[in-house]
C-alpha cells in the first residue's frame, strides 16, 4: 500500500467517523489493505473495525442487500460481526465526492475480541500450516450454520448477486474474470483446463440449483476470513457474498490445503463438521470435486487482471499447478 493511498483511505475515514457520532481525529490503525482498506479504533471505550469499500465494487443497493444478511444471520445466531447504524439509521454512509478519489461506502462494525485468523493461504499451500482436523470440523459446522440459518430466516436478496452461478464460475461470462488469460497457462495443461471446464459445466447444470444446494452463501471463506475468538471461529468479510452452491463454501474453505500433506484429514473434518448440522447427499459428494476445480479457476482469473502485485504472482507461480492437477483429476474421474 502506498502513501497515497494510505492517506486517501485515512481521508475517507475521517469523513466518515462523524457519521457514526466519532470524533473525525480519533486514531486509526490500519489492519488490512488488500480490496478494502480497514481501520481499527476506539471510542468511548468500545473497540472498532472500520472499512473502507474499494470504489464500484458493489453499488449501495448491493452492500446494502449484504449487510442485511449478515444482519439475518446474527439473529439466527451465527457468529458473525455486529455492524453499527449511522446517526441516521444507515447501514453505511458515502463519503469522500470532494476529495480526489471520489465517493467510497463506508461501514462500521464492532470489533471482535480474537487470537487471529484460523491460518493463512500461503502456508496452506507450502504445506507448513499446523491445524488440527478438528479446526476443519469446527469450520464445516460455522458453514452449515450460515446455510441452514439462511434457509430458516427466510432471507431474500433484495437485489440480485449471483456471481457464483453456472456462467459466474465456468462463463462466457466469469464473475473473476477469465482463467484462461492467465499467461502461464499454456499447451497441454491449457489444453486440460479447456476440457475440464467443459466437464465442470456439464455437471453443476446435472446437479442444478435447488434450494437446499443454492441460496446465498459467503464466497470467500478463506482462513483469513475466519477469526478465532474465545467464543469460537467467527465468520467476517461478506464482500464477495452473493447466490451460489453452497458447496462453493466449502471449496473456498478447503481450496488453499488442497496441496497441504493433511489434506485428505481436513477435508473429511470439515465434511464432517458441516454433515453434523446439515445433512449432505450422496450427488453433492460426487459434485464437490467439479466445484473445488471451479474454485480454483476463480482465483486464476482474478489474477490475471492484476499481475505485478505479490498476491497475483504468488497464485501464478504457486497456485495454478495445484488447479490443473484438479483439472486433471476431474478428467480422469470415471463419469456416471
Known amino acids: 500500500m502506498t502513501t497515497a493511498e494510505l492517506a486517501a483511505g485515512i481521508a475517507l475515514a475521517r469523513a466518515a467517523l462523524p457519521h457514526y457520532d466519532i470524533a473525525a481525529d480519533t486514531e486509526l490503525t490500519l489492519l488490512k489493505h ?26 449501495d443497493a448491493e452492500l446494502a442487500c449484504e449487510l442485511e444478511f449478515v444482519r439475518a444471520l446474527e439473529r439466527e ?39 487471529g485468523n484460523f491460518g493463512d493461504e500461503r502456508t496452506a499451500v507450502d504445506g507448513t500450516a499446523d491445524l488440527d482436523p ?10 452449515a450454520e450460515v446455510h441452514a ?3 430458516r430466516s427466510g432471507y431474500r436478496m433484495a437485489v440480485p448477486r449471483d456471481d457464483w452461478d453456472l456462467e459466474g464460475l465456468v ?10 488469460r492467465i499467461a502461464e497457462l499454456t499447451g497441454e495443461d491449457r489444453e486440460t483446463v479447456i476440457a475440464a471446464l467443459a466437464r465442470v459445466h456439464d455437471m453443476l447444470l446435472d446437479y442444478g440449483t435447488p434450494a437446499h444446494r443454492f441460496g446465498p452463501i459467503h464466497a470467500d471463506l478463506t482462513p483469513e476470513n475466519v477469526l478465532r475468538t474465545p467464543a469460537g471461529l467467527v465468520l ?22 488442497t496441496p497441504h500433506p493433511r489434506a485428505a484429514e481436513y477435508r473429511a473434518a470439515l465434511f464432517a463438521g458441516y454433515e453434523a448440522v446439515r445433512p449432505l447427499d ?8 467439479a466445484i473445488l476445480l471451479a474454485r480454483g479457476l476463480t482465483y486464476l482469473g482474478w ?12 497464485l501464478a507461480d504457486q497456485v495454478l499447478p495445484h488447479v490443473v492437477g484438479l483439472a486433471q483429476d476431474l478428467l480422469a474421474a470415471p463419469t456416471t
Open 171 to 180: 462463463g462466457p461470462d466469469f464473475a473473476w474474470g477469465d482463467p484462461l
Open 149 to 151: 440459518a439462511s434457509e
Open 34 to 59: 488488500r480490496e478494502n482498506v480497514v481501520f481499527a479504533l476506539r471510542a468511548g471505550d468500545i473497540d472498532y473495525v472500520l472499512r473502507v469499500h474499494r470504489r464500484g465494487y458493489h453499488s
Open 134 to 143: 478438528e479446526d476443519f470440523a469446527q469450520l464445516g459446522r460455522l458453514a
Open 282 to 289: 450422496a450427488a453433492d459428494h460426487e459434485a464437490f470435486p
Open 303 to 314: 489474477a490475471a487482471d492484476r499481475r505485478g502485485e505479490s498476491t497475483p504472482e504468488w
Open 236 to 257: 467476517i468479510d461478506f464482500d464477495d457474498f452473493a447466490a451460489g452452491w453452497h458447496l462453493f463454501d466449502l471449496a473456498t474453505a478447503v481450496f488453499f490445503f
Open 77 to 115: 445466531g451465527v457468529a458473525v460481526p455486529s455492524f453499527v447504524q449511522t446517526t441516521d439509521g444507515q447501514e453505511f454512509c458515502v463519503v469522500g465526492a470532494e476529495l480526489p478519489g471520489g465517493a467510497h461506502q463506508v461501514d462500521l462494525q464492532l470489533r471482535l475480541d480474537n487470537h
